[in-house]
């Protein structure tokens, strides 16, 4: 099946610096990727649709300054959390839409991020 | 907007039992539901889809069922093992290649 890699799993970061997230699809093409975040306990949350070559779009109350994301290809995106908080501190998982399996939906790994 | 709910939010379960968890949405125009496990510190993993048009599908000791008309799902599972202990969300698709919208999830735990 259809595979969606993640990296890095982990990650821990001092305040205010960022970090990126990769998310890609290995066997197909992903015109579109979402990007979610699961604090502790808590479910998993749209936070954009990444769209390649054109502008993300955000969730209600997600900062897009904050949050940059890029869709440069057909096969990555990324999340950067710029200037990051303790309280940025979640797991944050991709997914991209299969087309040829009538969209069904793959998930990467997930990327713990920690911030001291 | 879909809004997606689990009940129970906990379950403690004896080794062996019969358990069924339960998902509600609010709108009934979906594409397809489906169920995942999560296992502490761990990304999801796929347990059963279940597209619009049908009304359950099964995996080993795992069922679901859908009724898309009163906008429910249930996740049974049989005869549960140690190894079932994981939380378990249910995830709703609008529509073909739209994002997820998932539950809080049912935190399961069963004891030896």
């Known amino acids: 099946g259809a595979v969606v890699s993640q990296h890095p799993s982990r990650v821990i970061c001092k305040s205010g610096t960022s970090v990126k997230i990769e998310c890609r699809s290995l066997?197909?093409?992903?015109?579109?990727m979402f990007w979610y975040r699961q604090f502790p306990k808590q479910s998993l949350m749209l936070m954009a649709t990444s769209n390649e070559g054109s502008k993300a779009t955000y969730e209600q109350g997600v900062e897009k300054d904050k949050f940059l994301i890029n869709h440069a290809s057909l096969t990555l995106s990324t999340l950067t959390v710029t200037s990051a908080h303790p309280e940025d501190s979640s797991f944050y998982i991709c997914s991209a839409p299969e087309r040829t399996s009538g969209n069904t939906i793959y998930f990467g790994e997930g990327s713990w991020l920690t911030v001291v | 907007k879909q809004e997606v709910t689990q009940i129970p939010a906990a379950l403690s379960v004896p080794e062996g039992e019969n358990l069924v968890l339960n998902c509600s949405f609010t709108d009934s125009a979906i594409y397809n539901l489906q169920w995942f496990r999560q296992d502490p510190g761990k990304g999801l993993t796929s347990l059963l889809l279940i597209q619009s048009s049908q009304r359950e599908q099964t995996s080993g000791r795992l069922n679901a069922s859908l009724d898309k008309s009163s906008g429910r799902s249930t996740l049974y599972i049989a005869a549960s093992q140690p190894g079932d202990s994981a939380t378990y969300l249910c995830a709703v698709n609008s529509n073909s290649g739209y994002a997820l919208n998932f539950g809080k999830g049912t935190s399961l735990l069963v004891t030896p």
């Open positions: 066997d197909f093409q992903a015109t579109t």
